[in-house]
């Protein structure tokens, strides 16, 4: 079965200070990636998504992704975060055809801490 | 406003009690999926519907049911609920089409079996 790993259940972070958190996910033919955060008591939004192209994605809020076909890897990136920030953010995976086509497989989510 | 709409917000229920979450969209897109999400687990996939008719099973579909009668509605039914099935819901719906696009998440839905 697919799987999509989040190695970091929860980063604390100072503002100003540089945020990688780490996806990886099990599948071998084509996939779409995305990154959703969650702030608190809200539904999830999107910040960035790769479906085909240049590898490096820059989405909402100064994030960016890097997906790396041969390490099965996305991880998000953030020069410096913001307290505002604090979220939680999940890393999902969506087979783009075949028998699981519709399936879509998320990470189990990091939690971010900013202190201000 | 482009949006995914869920009833109830929350809902306190007992176990054995049928009750049906609502889910609606207005950006016509044919995709709609049901979600819960459980501390330490993340979103795990229920159903979903690629469109009008069309249902697939998802990670968790046990204890669950969900019809596509209309492009815009995604009801998700529990016929008898149970305590572990306390959760929050999310609907999603995105466009189809070269394989399936962002989802737009509904606020959810906070639901607790006594």
């Known amino acids: 079965a697919q799987s999509v790993s989040q190695h970091n259940h929860h980063v604390i972070l100072s503002e100003a200070a540089s945020l990688e958190l780490g996806c990886n996910y099990s599948y071998g033919g084509t996939v779409n990636l995305f990154w959703y955060v969650q702030y608190p008591g809200q539904h999830l939004q999107l910040l960035l998504k790769y479906f085909s192209g240049d590898p490096l994605v820059k989405g909402i809020k100064g994030f960016e992704a890097e997906f790396i076909k041969s390490k099965f890897s996305f991880n998000l990136r953030k020069p410096s975060v913001q307290w505002s920030d604090t979220a939680e953010y999940f890393c999902?995976?969506?087979?783009?055809?075949?028998?699981?086509?519709?399936?879509?497989?998320f990470g189990r989510g990091t939690q971010l801490t900013v202190w201000p | 406003e482009a949006q995914v709409t869920q009833n109830p917000r929350y809902l306190i229920t007992v176990t054995g009690k049928k009750l049906t979450v609502t889910c609606s969209q207005n950006m016509n897109h044919e995709y709609m999926s049901w979600y819960r999400q459980d501390p330490g687990l993340g979103l795990r996939q229920i159903y979903y519907s690629m469109n009008v008719e069309v249902t697939d099973k998802g990670d968790v579909p046990e204890g669950y049911k969900v019809s596509r009668k209309e492009k815009r509605n995604f009801p998700l039914i529990l016929e008898s609920p149970s305590p572990n099935q306390t959760s929050l819901y999310f609907c999603?719906?995105?466009?189809?089409?070269?394989?399936?696009?962002?989802?737009?998440f509904g606020p959810g839905t906070r639901l607790t079996v006594t």
């Open positions: 999902a995976v969506i087979v783009d055809r075949g028998s699981t086509l519709g399936r879509l497989y």
């Open positions: 999603a719906s995105s466009v189809t089409g070269t394989g399936v696009h962002e989802q737009y």
